[in-house]
C-alpha cells in the first residue's frame, strides 16, 4: 500500500527522502511507545523525490526501497538488504511528472510490479517484474487530467486487480478513472466519475458492509471528502460529499475506533490538523473531528504502531519538516509528538526494512536528493524466530507489510505431518493454516488475515510458525489496516 502524501511547489535544485523508525521498549508484554529517533544515513536519489512506497519486488524476503523522481522522469529502486540498509540505485523509466507509486502484483504471477501516476502526461505506468528485481519497459494508460494517486483493487469482483486513479484536473476539471483489470497486467479504458475539486487521494474498502468495494477520495480545493459507494461490478454510485478542514490532503480508510465500521481519515493541509470522519455502517460518515498536527500535513499511515491494539495517526508536515504522530487512546487519538525529518517532507510510508518486526517510516522530502535510514530495536515477540534448518525452510510472507490475503510459502524436503499457525506478538494463536500430513517438495499457504472464527485481524505485527519434521520455525509478518 502502501501510503503517502500529495502535491507540492518545485524545487529542482534537491529533494531528500528519508526512512524514519520508531522505538519501542517493552514492559512486561506490554510494549510502550519510546517516541526515539536516530540520524538518517543517505542514499542518493535521482532527482525530485515525490512519493515513496516499500515493497518486496524480488520476493526475497527483504522490503524494497521505490521513490518517483519527478526532475528526471523515473522510479528508483533500492534493494533491501533485510538489515535497514539498500543496495545500488536502479532506475526505471516513466512518463512526465510521476508523483503516487506503488507496488502490487497486477498480473498475477506472484511477482510485484511498480505503477507511477504520471501528473503532467494524463497517464499511469504500468512496469511489470519479472522477478528477479528487475521490470519490463512501461506501458501508459490514459487516466483525467493531472492524475495524483493510484488505489488497486477488485473492484468488480472478477479475481482481476482494477486501478482508482485520483486526477486533480488542475485548470481542466477534476475526475476519479477507473480502469479495469484484464488480470495480465494490461487495463481497459478508464471510465471517469465526477469528484469534489482538486482530487488528490483515494481510499478503497467495504464502507456500507455489502460485500462491495466503496470508493473515498479527498478533495483539496472543495474541503470535502467524496464517497462514491460500489456496485460490485466495477462501477460506482454518483458521489456524497462531506466536510472536512480546509485544504484535505489526504485520505485512508480504517475502522479506529474498533466498532467494525470504517471510518474516513483526512489531513486538512490548510488547517494544521488531521480528522476523523466515524463511519455509521451504512456508507455515510460523521462529522469530522480535529487533532492538531504540524504546519501543512500531508496524511500518513493509519497503523498501530506502538502494539497497543488502537490505531495511530500520522501526518508530515511541511512547514517545520516534521511527523506528527497521534497515538490511539481511549475515545481518539492523544496529542502529537513531532519528529525532525528532512526539508520539505511530502510522503510517508511505512515497513520493517530491517526484518526486527517493527515497522519503520518513510518520508519523501522534497528539498534534497538523498534517501535515508533510521533503524530502531524494536520489541520482542513471544514467539523466537527460526528461519530454516535440515533442509525444510520458511520464507517471508508475501506481500509484507499485507493488506488482505498473505501467501506464505515453505518446503518439505520429505513427507510429513505440518502445523502452520500464526500468532499475535504475545504468542496467542491467532489463525490455524495447516494441520496434517503434506508432500514433500514447495507449498504455498494463503492466509486472508482472520482470526480463526471469521473476524480480522487487527492491524500489527504477528509471527507465523511451522511445525515439520520435529523443528519449529518461524518469521514475522505485519498486517495493515
Request: aromatic share 6%; proline share 4%.
Amino acid at each position: 500500500m502502501l501510503t503517502f502524501a500529495c502535491r507540492l511547489m518545485s524545487d529542482a535544485a534537491s529533494r531528500t527522502l528519508l526512512v524514519l523508525a520508531i522505538t519501542f521498549v517493552t514492559f512486561g508484554s506490554r510494549p510502550v511507545h519510546a517516541a526515539l529517533f536516530g540520524s538518517p544515513t543517505p542514499y542518493t536519489a535521482n532527482g525530485g523525490a515525490r512519493y515513496v512506497a516499500l515493497g518486496d519486488v524480488d520476493r526475497d524476503g527483504r522490503l524494497d526501497l521505490a521513490v518517483t523522481n519527478d526532475g528526471s522522469e523515473t522510479i528508483s529502486l533500492w534493494p533491501g538488504n533485510g538489515d535497514g540498509t539498500f543496495g545500488s540505485r536502479v532506475d526505471l523509466a516513466t512518463a512526465a511528472d510521476p508523483y503516487h507509486v506503488a507496488v502490487q502484483d497486477v498480473n498475477g504471477d506472484g511477482h510485484p510490479d511498480l505503477l507511477a501516476a504520471n501528473y503532467s502526461a494524463n497517464s499511469v505506468s504500468v512496469l511489470l517484474a519479472d522477478g528477479n528485481g528487475t521490470f519490463a519497459d512501461k506501458v501508459d494508460y490514459a487516466t483525467g487530467p493531472n492524475p495524483q494517486w493510484i488505489a488497486i483493487a477488485d473492484l468488480d469482483r472478477d479475481g482481476r486487480l482494477d486501478l482508482v486513479v485520483a486526477n486533480e484536473g488542475f485548470g481542466s476539471g477534476t475526475t476519479l478513472s477507473v480502469l479495469l483489470g484484464n488480470g495480465d497486467g494490461t487495463f481497459d479504458t478508464k471510465v471517469d466519475y465526477a469528484t469534489g475539486a482538486a482530487v488528490n487521494s483515494v481510499a478503497i474498502g467495504d464502507m456500507d458492509r455489502d460485500g462491495k468495494l466503496d470508493v473515498a477520495v479527498s478533495n483539496g480545493a472543495s474541503h470535502t471528502v467524496s464517497v462514491l459507494l460500489g456496485n460490485g461490478d466495477g462501477t460506482l454510485d454518483a458521489k456524497v460529499d462531506y466536510a472536512t478542514g480546509t485544504g484535505p490532503n489526504g485520505i485512508r480508510m480504517a475502522d479506529v475506533n474498533g466498532d467494525g465500521k470504517l471510518d474516513l481519515v483526512v489531513a486538512n493541509g490548510q488547517a494544521n490538523t488531521v480528522g476523523v470522519l466515524l463511519g455509521a455502517g451504512d456508507g455515510s460518515v460523521g462529522t469530522m473531528t480535529a487533532y492538531a498536527t504540524g504546519v501543512g500535513p500531508r496524511l500518513g499511515p493509519v497503523e498501530d504502531l506502538n502494539h497497543d491494539g488502537k490505531l495511530d495517526l500520522t501526518t508530515v508536515n511541511q512547514g517545520p519538516s516534521t511527523i506528527s504522530v497521534l497515538l490511539g487512546a481511549a475515545g481518539g487519538f492523544g496529542p502529537k509528538t513531532d519528529y525532525s525529518t528532512g526539508t520539505t517532507p511530502i510522503s510517508l510510508a511505512t515497513g520493517d526494512v530491517d526484518g526486527d518486526g517493527q515497522l519503520d517510516l518513510a518520508t519523501g522530502d522534497y528539498s534534497a536528493n538523498t534517501v535515508s535510514i533510521l533503524l530502531n530495536d524494536g520489541i520482542t515477540l513471544a514467539v523466537p524466530l527460526t528461519r530454516g534448518v535440515a533442509g525444510l525452510s520458511l520464507a517471508q510472507s508475501r506481500p509484507n507489510p499485507a493488506v488482505g490475503e498473505v501467501a506464505i510459502d515453505f518446503v518439505m524436503p520429505r513427507a510429513g505431518h505440518v502445523n502452520l499457525r500464526v500468532f499475535d506478538v504475545t504468542g496467542r494463536r491467532v489463525a490455524d493454516l495447516v494441520h496434517g500430513s503434506m508432500d514433500a517438495g514447495a507449498h504455498t499457504v494463503k492466509w486472508d488475515s482472520r482470526r480463526t472464527g471469521g473476524k480480522r485481524a487487527a492491524p500489527g505485527l504477528y509471527a507465523y510458525e511451522l511445525q515439520a519434521m520435529g523443528k519449529r520455525l518461524t518469521r514475522r509478518l505485519v498486517v495493515l489496516p
